[in-house]
């Protein structure tokens, strides 16, 4: 399964051969890699982005890297403490990409000023070529399994969005004319928010195919190079990340045909 590892160095110096070691990895087939930067903390305690490649993920590493940043450079425990208000934003793009934030909070209490980081998305068939790389380097390895949230957020709330909707027509059905004529500006406002959950899930659909087609043309890639039995497992990782998508996909297809179909109505 996919991964958001963060490890941590003493400095610039080693988290740049941290990458190289990643990077080595991955041609080596021990680890895939799809995205990857370089952070550093500077003595202010501020936090800077030096380096890197979103891959297939793009804009959603982006997102998730800029976030992480900003709250890799507050105090210890500030992610959970602050999970709403002013960080609300942030935490919503940690949390697309499936990272809780306690896993920030233990990066955070490592990563002091002065110290630099390498983070990275990767699937890994062992957790030992990665470990192995790192120690010679003093880095600090922290792992954490991505989970898929958007689609389960965007299907909740085109649900969501339809029961409030037909609760509305319903209202309509039973009311005076001089209250239909107030629930008529509600019942618009909600199609209309409806039909927007719709075209963000479409969207998000189109997103998903092409984060992994370009998953699928990483693989292929290391395939070339890997032996006979990292190939077997490259083409079960792709089979497999396939069938996550598709079903994945189907919920959301399932949601949105049940959205337009209270839309004609």
Do not use: C
């Amino acid at each position: 399964m996919e991964k958001m590892v963060v490890v941590v160095f003493d400095n610039e110096s080693k988290a740049y051969s941290g990458l190289n070691e990643l990077r080595k990895l991955h041609q080596q087939a021990d680890i895939v890699l799809y995205a990857i930067a370089v952070i550093a903390k500077d003595t202010d305690g501020k936090v800077d982005v030096r380096q890197a490649d979103a891959g297939p993920l793009g804009t959603l590493f982006g997102a998730a890297l800029g976030s992480m940043v900003g709250m890799l450079a507050g105090p210890v425990g500030m992610a959970v403490g602050m999970a709403s208000g002013s960080l609300g934003g942030a935490v919503s793009d940690i949390s697309q990409m499936g990272i809780d934030l306690e896993f920030l909070d233990d990066v955070s209490r490592v990563l002091t000023p002065g110290k630099a980081a390498v983070v990275a998305s990767i699937d890994e068939y062992w957790t030992t070529p990665l470990d192995t790389s790192m120690e010679p380097l003093a880095g600090t390895v922290f792992r954490k399994l991505r989970t898929e949230v958007i689609d389960d957020q965007l299907d909740r709330e085109i649900r969501e969005t339809q029961a409030e909707l037909q609760a509305l027509e319903e209202e309509f059905n039973a009311a005076t004319a001089e209250q239909q004529a107030k629930l008529q500006a509600k019942i618009d406002a909600t199609r209309s928010k409806l039909q927007s959950k719709v075209d963000a899930a479409n969207k998000w659909m189109e997103e998903t195919n092409r984060q992994f087609q370009d998953k699928v043309n990483v693989l292929q890639e290391q395939a070339k190079i890997a032996s006979d039995r990292r190939k077997a497992q490259i083409q079960k990782q792709i089979a497999e990340t396939q069938s996550d998508v598709a079903q994945r996909q189907e919920k959301l297809k399932q949601a949105s045909t049940l959205a337009k179909e209270a839309l004609t109505v």
